[in-house]
């Protein structure tokens, strides 16, 4: 990674640091977890948050932080292997689904239909097609589509920003355009049958999100990284403007996420970034973290009690 990339990611800034302290929480689903090798990223650090030595120390330390916070269910993405190992340490609370097509190859369509006959695969992404200079209208990605359709698979879908400086690092076909979530709009008319969310809530997009949820109610989206990268007082503002779409039923569609790659540290201060919104609700509160993504998933109501 060049020396200017790095300089740009260290100096990206950051919300308070302060979690909630752990305790009793009530239930919560991470729509929005990886499953990442420690080295994912060198140079992407944060103050006061700690990169593990080790994928067990971080395997463990990730287990730790959802029990912790009563994280009852966690979207967890990765290479297919690394979230089978994850899987494996906690099978009734890690919920696998593939990262492609950036960082990792394009998985084979068949094998992805074999691992949902087996119930190992739960979701589809993240899609991380803006790091590969690709829309959801890109043709590489119609057949997963198709197929997320026609199983019923729930698809998550990176839009949005990324990190400054990653065209001329590690991702030289991002283009910030191409995080616009008014660009999944053709999409979706094919696929009207088609459960997907938005990763990280279109953030800096917000006009365009709420436009593209207005129209499209069967989209939903998760707040994942802006609850605890960016300003505190931007994500408020943010989220505010969101949950002001009550005539589209929008609160009822913004669900919680994490975004923790490779600092467990991220799952804390991610629920402290929806905890201290004091504009919200106790009963909005529970829906953003647990009810309306309990819906989205189709789990049983139970899951959030």
């Known amino acids: 990674m060049r020396p200017a990339l790095l300089l740009t990611l260290l100096l990206l800034p950051t919300a308070p640091l302060a979690a909630q302290p752990p305790g009793e929480h009530r239930p919560i689903i991470d729509m929005h977890l990886h499953a990442l090798p420690v080295d994912f990223l060198p140079g992407l650090d944060f103050p006061g948050m700690q990169r593990p030595a080790s994928e067990e120390e971080l395997l463990r330390g990730t287990l730790a932080a959802l029990g912790r916070y009563n994280v009852v269910k966690a979207i967890t993405s990765g290479s297919l292997e690394q979230v089978a190992r994850w899987r494996q340490s906690a099978p009734d609370r890690i919920l696998p689904s593939p990262v492609f097509p950036h960082f990792y190859d394009f998985p084979a369509v068949d094998e992805l239909r074999g691992l949902h006959a087996e119930g190992k695969l739960a979701a589809l992404g993240e899609l991380t097609a803006q790091y590969a200079g690709l829309t959801l209208a890109s043709p590489e990605l119609e057949p997963y589509l198709a197929m997320a359709e026609e199983l019923d698979v729930p698809v998550a879908l990176h839009t949005g920003f990324g990190p400054p400086g990653a065209t001329y690092g590690f991702a030289p076909r991002f283009r910030a ?106 009963e909005q509160k529970r829906d953003i973290f647990c009810r309306n993504a309990a819906r989205f998933l189709r789990l049983a109501p139970e899951t959030c009690e």
């Open 177 to 282: 355009a191409f995080g616009n979530p008014l660009l999944i709009e053709e999409a979706l008319v094919r696929h009207p049958k088609l459960r997907l969310y938005l990763m990280h809530s279109g953030f800096p997009f917000l006009e365009e999100t709420i436009a593209l949820m207005h129209a499209h109610p069967q989209v939903y989206a998760d707040l994942a990284v802006i609850n605890w990268v960016i300003d505190r007082e931007e994500f408020h503002s943010y989220l505010r403007r969101l949950m002001q779409h009550t005539d589209c039923g929008l609160p009822q569609r913004l669900m919680f996420g994490s975004d923790q790659m490779v600092w467990p540290e991220a799952i804390g201060m991610a629920i402290e970034g929806i905890e201290s919104a004091d504009f919200l609700s106790e």
